[in-house]
Antibody
Framework: QVQLVQSGAEVKKPGASVKVSCKASGYTFTGYYMHWVRQAPGQGLEWMGW????????NYAQKFQGRVTMTRDTSISTAYMELSRLRSDDTAVYYC??????????????WGQGTLVTVSS | DIQLTQSPSFLSASVGDRVTITCRAS??????LAWYQQKPGKAPKLLIY???TLQSGVPSRFSGSGSGTEFTLTISSLQPEDFATYYC????????????FGPGTKVDIK
């Protein structure tokens, strides 16, 4: 069965960087885009971007351009999201999410369990 | 960027009620719209994609309709497990693919 297992919670100081991992299993990792979505406490969902694990190509939301980097390691079926120059309003649960089918790139069916990133001085 | 609005933002209903949630886009988005259900502390669950296609395993009491700028999610007979927050999500392809979510509609028990 498809599983996305994310790394554990992080506490960072303002200005630091955080790197969250998402290990995929149960399917061909390179066959599906991987998206990252975040949710601040008590707030709605915010799409951050995607990576094509096959090519390494990325597409970032304009809001995060210059601060986010999405990468992957196909040898271990793992996607990464690194966010730099952290601010207090980056405190959120970060999810990786996979489409339901290779052709349905822009929808999210399988989700990781979420990684809480807390930014505090 | 295309903005999504949802109405109502909060809805109080009883088990068995028919519930309709509306999502409006600031520009036409064809049928690139999805609906998600989220319960507290859990990841969202995909209910509907391409405006009206029911995701596998989702009960048939959920349905979606619409195109262009106005879309609806209908729950034909609300069940106890349906009390949650619902989000719409759209894709805007031009000039580069961009995805945005609506602000959410919380469905609570009356």
């Amino acid at each position: 069965q498809v599983q996305l297992v994310q790394s554990g919670a992080e506490v960072k100081k303002p200005g630091a960087s955080v790197k969250v991992s998402c290990k995929a299993s149960g399917y061909t990792f390179t066959g599906y885009y991987m998206h990252w979505v975040r949710q601040a406490p008590g707030q709605g969902l915010e799409w951050m971007g995607w990576i094509n694990p096959n090519s390494g190509g990325t597409n970032y939301a304009q809001k995060f351009q210059g601060r986010v980097t999405m990468t992957r390691d196909t040898s271990i079926s793992t996607a990464y999201m690194e966010l730099s120059r952290l601010r207090s309003d980056d405190t959120a649960v970060y999810y990786c999410a996979r489409p339901p089918a290779p052709s349905l790139v822009y929808y999210f069916d399988y989700w990781g369990q979420g990684t809480l990133v807390t930014v505090s001085s | 960027d295309i903005q999504l609005t949802q109405s109502p933002s909060f809805l109080s209903a009883s088990v068995g009620d028919r519930v309709t949630i509306t999502c409006r886009a600031s520009q036409g988005i064809s049928s690139y719209l999805a609906w998600y259900q989220q319960k507290p502390g859990k990841a969202p669950k995909l209910l509907i994609y391409a405006a009206s296609t029911l995701q596998s395993g989702v009960p048939s009491r959920f349905s979606g309709s619409g195109s262009g700028t106005e879309f609806t999610l209908t729950i034909s007979s609300l069940q106890p497990e349906d009390f949650a927050t619902y989000y719409c999500q759209q894709l805007n392809s031009y000039p580069r693919p961009r995805i945005t979510f609506g602000p959410g509609t919380k469905v609570d028990i009356k």
